[in-house]
């Protein structure tokens, strides 16, 4: 499955952004779908994840009640929308595709085995 990541930009704290990433090659349904995101000189780290119908979330502490990811799969795409964003919210942020997970999602990159090219969050203060 081929990703491609979007909606990415400057915006200022306190702000709203959603970033989205449309799938094409394979069934979209058949995947659970993540978004990760890395920051300059820092390791990349989950951020939020969605079951194949969309029926269960999880979110990484540092974005939860912040951020709210969803899917549609007849579009064949997943969202990601950021809520009272913060200077340490800037990243690149990568979809990706996990086809292995059957209970609940993975918080582990490992686990997913299709990116996207991601796409820049800039947060200014």
């Known amino acids: 499955v081929q990703l491609q990541a979007s909606g990415g930009g400057l915006v200022q704290a306190g702000g709203s952004l959603r970033v989205s990433c449309v799938a094409s090659g394979r069934t979209f349904s058949n995947y659970n779908m993540g978004w990760f995101r890395q920051a300059p000189g820092k390791e990349r780290e989950f951020v939020a994840a969605i079951s194949r119908s969309g029926s269960y979330t999880n979110y990484a502490d540092s974005v939860r009640g912040r951020g709210f990811i969803s899917r549609d799969n007849s579009k064949n795409t997943v969202y990601l929308q950021m809520n009272s964003l913060k200077p340490e919210d800037t990243a690149v942020y990568y979809c990706?595709?996990?086809?292995?997970?059957?209970?609940?999602?993975?918080?582990?990159?490992?686990?997913?085995?299709?990116w996207g090219q991601g796409t820049l969050v800039t947060v200014s203060s």
């Open positions: 990706a595709a996990d086809p292995k997970t059957y209970y609940g999602t993975s918080r582990s990159p490992y686990d997913y085995d299709y």
